[in-house]
């Protein structure tokens, strides 16, 4: 198969093009998947495009919201254990931790206007919504020979960027550093290696520091520990036209908080007693605020059956990453051998758009006794874009967004039986497409990663099963239960591959198996008035 080629914008020499964000950090921000709201819609697989009546459509299609018959507040916690186990060429590791999160808190106002027809009724709904959950904290390692090296990954880097020692070699006048690198190398990754030992300059280009006739690989390992979450803030309005059509429209304002850390280490034993290592440590954390509006309607041809149609727009961002990065290597055969770490206080400032997304939705109702809810949600990847501070396209993230990411597409199905006219069960489930295409599957392709992270996932699917139970106390008073167990499957790269212009492949990378397993429990308190 042709390997495709990606000139990456980390390899040019500019301080802006060193922090600049890739396909890769894109795709994380604007991943969804993840089921919200109230335990009610969460146990029918987040299914309520045309059902209506709760307060998660306020994020779905907010003509839902036309479907209130009086005014009500509800609350929703809820406890989830995360465990993510890898397989690395065979060597599995898995990692676990438990979070307790408040959900979501919301208002409904139902105002009637004693009307039969023409604008029946309006209602307006207030919501704080918690969309995404980043916590999460995974290990890859493995024993023996892996193929390339990171120095062999940072070393060729360093190459097709035309580094040389005089461009990315610190400079120092007793305590005072004359020449710092980080102010002038856009590859701040290979700057880094360079003075950490990882590479060293060798007729007239970098290679590793590792000579491949000494020294034999007998450990590899990385740690990433993430945390974070997508909140956002909601005011929406519903209009009841005659009891058949259903009008809605939403505004919401997005909070991100994403924090990584995670660390990458090598051992290698000589054929003496003597054992070499490199280690490198990197965090980033990223803060985003932004907006996005919602329509959608829902119409009722007959009483059983709801039909609903939504347009969720893009979420206009402001982004800013901070970064920060160490390195050292321990290597017998270097004259070198010595640490470094990047500036302190790095920081970027841009701008960031998410895809917009359709929702179809289908409804049907029997009676007082059952309901079936179905929606389809479809999501254009390609649509996502990355700006500079200043609102101009970095086309360095925005070409391989155009080139290898497409649609993905979303499938919930959940229904409710009441076995009393006080009590409920409920089932559903949820599949969501990988919005990566065959060559980010297969590893065909070089991915630019923000910052010097050298790491990265592809994502291959997301699927959510789902129960729950509901009893209403008295005609104001309910209580919902839900219970989620949501799948998460990604390849995971310590660094990415790297081809020739002609296409061969110049460092290869295995990637490892990583599965991430979530079961939430949810429970929302809500109160009719």
Not at 94 to 118: C, H, L
Not at 146 to 162: E, H, K, P, V
Not at 457 to 485: E, K, M, S
Request: proline content about 3%; some cysteine.
């Amino acid at each position: 198969m042709k390997k495709v080629l990606i000139i990456a914008s980390a390899l040019v020499f500019s301080t802006g093009a060193a922090l600049s964000q890739g396909l890769a950090d894109a795709y994380r921000y604007a991943q969804t998947g993840d089921l919200n709201g109230t335990a009610r819609s969460m146990s029918m697989g987040g299914a309520f495009g045309a059902l209506g009546g709760d307060i998660s459509v306020m994020n779905i299609n907010p003509a839902g919201l036309a479907v209130y018959r009086s005014s009500e507040v509800v609350a929703t916690l809820d406890l989830s254990t995360i465990s993510a186990k890898t397989d690395w060429q065979g060597s599995t590791e898995s990692n676990k931790k438990t979070k307790f999160n408040f959900n979501n808190f919301a208002y409904v106002g139902y105002f009637p206007t004693g009307k039969d027809a023409g604008l029946v009724s309006w209602n307006v709904g207030l919501s704080y919504n918690r969309l995404k959950n980043y916590a999460r904290s995974y290990r890859m390692s493995a024993s023996g020979e892996l193929g390339a090296s990171m120095t062999d990954y940072i070393a060729a880097r360093a190459n097709l960027g035309g580094l040389t020692p005089d461009m990315v070699d610190v400079v120092m006048d007793g305590d005072r550093v004359t020449y710092n690198p980080y102010e002038q190398v856009g590859d701040w990754l290979s700057v880094m290696g360079a003075n950490s030992g990882f590479i060293n300059y060798r007729n007239g280009q970098y290679e590793s520091a590792l000579p491949p006739s000494d020294y034999q690989r007998s450990y590899t390992e990385m740690q990433i520990n993430e945390s974070g979450a997508i909140d956002q803030y909601t005011i929406a309005f519903g209009a009841n036209i005659s009891d058949i059509v259903l009008l809605g429209a939403s505004v919401a304002i997005t909070d991100m908080k994403y924090d990584m850390y995670a660390y990458y280490a090598e051992d290698y034993n000589k054929h003496t007693n003597y054992t070499s290592y490199i280690e490198m440590e990197n965090g980033l954390s990223t803060d985003g605020t932004g907006y996005n509006l919602n329509i959608g309607a829902i119409v009722r041809p007959v009483d059983f059956l709801r039909i609903g149609v939504a347009y969720n727009s893009p979420t206009w961002y402001k982004m800013t990453d901070s970064y920060n990065a160490w390195g050292s290597a321990d290597i017998q055969s270097n004259p070198e051998n010595t640490s470094n770490a990047t500036p302190q206080n790095a920081f970027t400032d841009y701008k960031f758009r998410t895809p917009d997304k359709w929702i179809f939705s289908a409804a049907a109702i029997f009676g007082q006794t059952a309901l079936l809810s179905v929606d389809y949600e479809v999501m254009n990847y390609r649509r996502m874009r990355m700006y500079d501070y200043n609102g101009n396209e970095n086309p360095d993230a925005n070409t391989p967004i155009n080139q290898f990411l497409g649609i993905s597409n979303t499938l919930r199905i959940g229904a409710e039986v009441k076995v009393t006219p006080q009590f409920a069960v409920r089932a559903g489930a949820s599949w969501t497409g990988s919005g990566m295409n065959d060559d980010l599957k297969e590893g065909n392709v070089e991915v630019v990663t923000v910052g010097t992270l050298p790491h990265y996932t592809i994502d291959r699917g997301i699927t959510n099963y789902t129960v729950g139970l509901g009893y209403r106390f008295t005609p104001q008073f309910y209580i919902d239960l839900a219970c989620v167990l949501k799948t998460l499957k990604e390849d995971a790269y310590v660094f990415s591959p790297i081809y020739s212009d002609e296409g061969s492949a110049l460092i290869t990378s295995l990637p490892a198996s990583l599965k991430t397993k979530s079961t939430r429990v949810a429970l929302t308190l809500g109160y009719k008035f």
